[in-house]
């Protein structure tokens, strides 16, 4: 492989924590096209592409795309199955009332 | 970790020249929250028709008294290495964000030995895993392997030396590409299977191994690291970039 045009995905904490509280780096993600299991920390982040695009390690489909506007940020992750975050125990997750 | 993250002003207080093509930037960041060794902030400039560039600068060592410190290398035609080289001056403003980055980073808890592969700049935060170490007073065993083109090419080579005399249980061993030092022993070449296997730890040892560099030498090292043996997971990267 010669393609080194790349980023860890480690490179998205910035980027992501103007739209979320946590560090989502530290965050594991499901590909929804081959399954794999894997920390964002471990995602192939493209740069360059409009806005950043963060490939699976394993079968490199897109699995997140960030993309910035002056006034709005998109964020495409219809190639990841879930999103798994570390929370801190004393924010449980919310029960019903 | 939940901190909102914002942009705050840090002003250059200190600059040092590590080597002719990299300088280490004290910054003064007032109110930082601290950071741990591996993690690095994203530093934005404006231009005055608003226009802004914004990259990743891993820190170098530990915060003191609202300072942080990065290490600088030009990349030729960059837009924001050169001017953060040769322009910028002391007193002057830029944005920087962070602590950012919660995964590529070495906890001083941490009992595991460890080995640091660094390519180039590639060792900043290498560096930093180095001092926070010795900060701590950890004895956990350390060994750096550190690429360079030339032996000028070295980042902190003075207080490199002086830490493998005095920080017990750190190790440093050194791949030239280009140029070697006469008392080196073998050719400039890549970094191989060769260099990692004799300077790194064996992975019956389960040590961290944390590879930081340009993209293809992260790619090249992590490769080797999982071919003898190393867990994936223990394995952790940083790419700075394009291979320079
Ligand atoms: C998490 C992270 C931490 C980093 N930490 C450091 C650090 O501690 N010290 C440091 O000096 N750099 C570090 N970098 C690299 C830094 O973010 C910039 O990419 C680098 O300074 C070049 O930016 P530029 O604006 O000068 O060049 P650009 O304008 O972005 O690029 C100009 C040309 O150089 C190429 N290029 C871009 N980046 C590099 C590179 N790193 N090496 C070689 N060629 C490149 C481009 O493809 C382009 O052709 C880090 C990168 C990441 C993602
Ligand atoms: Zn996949």
Same mark, same amino acid.
């Given at each position: 492989?010669?393609?080194?045009?790349?980023?860890?995905?480690?490179?998205?904490?910035?980027?992501?924590?103007?739209?979320? &509280?946590?560090?989502?780096?530290?965050?594991?993600?499901?590909?929804?096209?081959?399954?794999?299991?894997?920390?964002?920390?471990?995602?192939?982040?493209?740069?360059?592409?409009?806005?950043?695009?963060?490939?699976?390690?394993?079968?490199?489909?897109?699995?997140?795309?960030?993309?910035?506007?002056?006034?709005?940020?998109?964020?495409?992750?219809?190639?990841?199955?879930?999103?798994?975050?570390?929370?801190?125990?004393?924010?449980?997750?919310?029960?019903?009332? | 970790?939940?901190?909102?993250?914002?942009?705050?002003?840090?002003?250059?207080?200190?600059?040092?020249?590590?080597?002719?093509?990299?300088?280490?930037?004290?910054?003064?960041?007032? =109110?930082?929250?601290?950071?741990?060794?591996?993690?690095?902030?994203?530093?934005?400039?404006?231009?005055?028709?608003?226009?802004?560039?914004?990259?990743?600068?891993?820190?170098?060592?530990?915060?003191?008294?609202?300072?942080?410190?990065?290490?600088?290398?030009?990349?030729?035609?960059?837009?924001?290495?050169?001017?953060?080289?040769?322009?910028?001056?002391?007193?002057?403003?830029?944005?920087?964000?962070?602590?950012?980055? =919660?995964?590529?980073?070495?906890?001083?808890?941490?009992?595991?030995?460890?080995?640091?592969?660094?390519?180039?700049?590639?060792?900043?935060?290498?560096?930093?895993?180095?001092?926070?170490?010795?900060? &701590?007073?950890?004895?956990?065993?350390?060994?750096?392997?550190?690429?360079?083109?030339?032996?000028?090419?070295?980042?902190?080579?003075?207080?490199?030396?002086?830490?493998?005399?005095?920080?017990?249980?750190?190790?440093?061993?050194?791949?030239?590409?280009?140029? &070697?030092?006469?008392?080196?022993?073998?050719?400039?070449?890549?970094?191989?299977?060769?260099?990692?296997?004799?300077? =790194?730890?064996?992975?019956?040892?389960?040590?961290?191994?944390?590879?930081?560099?340009?993209?293809?030498?992260?790619?090249?090292?992590?490769?080797?690291?999982?071919?003898? =043996?190393?867990?994936?997971?223990?394995?952790?990267?940083?790419?700075?970039?394009?291979?320079?």
């Amino acid at each position: 492989m010669t393609d080194t045009s790349y980023l860890d995905g480690n490179m998205l904490d910035g980027p992501l924590r103007e739209l979320f &509280a946590v560090d989502l780096s530290t965050a594991a993600g499901r590909c929804e096209h081959c399954r794999m299991l894997g920390p964002l920390a471990g995602l192939r982040v493209y740069p360059h592409a409009p806005g950043l695009v963060g490939r699976c390690p394993n079968c490199a489909e897109v699995m997140l795309r960030l993309v910035r506007s002056p006034g709005h940020a998109w964020l495409d992750l219809r190639g990841a199955t879930f999103l798994r975050v570390p929370m801190p125990p004393e924010h449980p997750y919310p029960g019903p009332l | 970790m939940t901190a909102p993250l914002r942009w705050r002003v840090a002003r250059l207080c200190e600059r040092r020249v590590e080597t002719p093509t990299a300088h280490t930037l004290v910054l003064e960041a007032p =109110g930082w929250p601290g950071h741990l060794p591996g993690q690095h902030v994203d530093v934005r400039l404006t231009a005055s028709d608003g226009y802004q560039a914004a990259r990743s600068y891993s820190l170098a060592g530990p915060a003191e008294a609202d300072r942080i410190t990065l290490t600088v290398q030009r990349v030729p035609d960059g837009e924001v290495s050169p001017y953060l080289i040769d322009v910028y001056a002391e007193g002057d403003p830029v944005e920087v964000r962070g602590p950012v980055g =919660g995964w590529f980073v070495w906890r001083p808890e941490e009992t595991a030995p460890v080995l640091l592969v660094a390519g180039g700049s590639g060792v900043v935060p290498l560096m930093a895993m180095v001092r926070a170490r010795r900060a &701590a007073g950890s004895r956990v065993p350390f060994r750096l392997l550190y690429s360079v083109r030339t032996p000028a090419d070295v980042f902190y080579a003075d207080e490199l030396r002086r830490r493998v005399r005095d920080d017990l249980g750190l190790d440093v061993a050194y791949v030239y590409t280009r140029e &070697a030092p006469q008392d080196w022993r073998g050719e400039p070449h890549r970094i191989g299977l060769a260099d990692v296997n004799s300077h =790194g730890w064996p992975p019956e040892l389960e040590p961290l191994c944390y590879v930081c560099g340009p993209t293809g030498f992260v790619e090249t090292v992590a490769d080797l690291l999982v071919g003898l =043996g190393h867990q994936s997971r223990r394995v952790k990267t940083e790419r700075f970039g394009p291979t320079g």
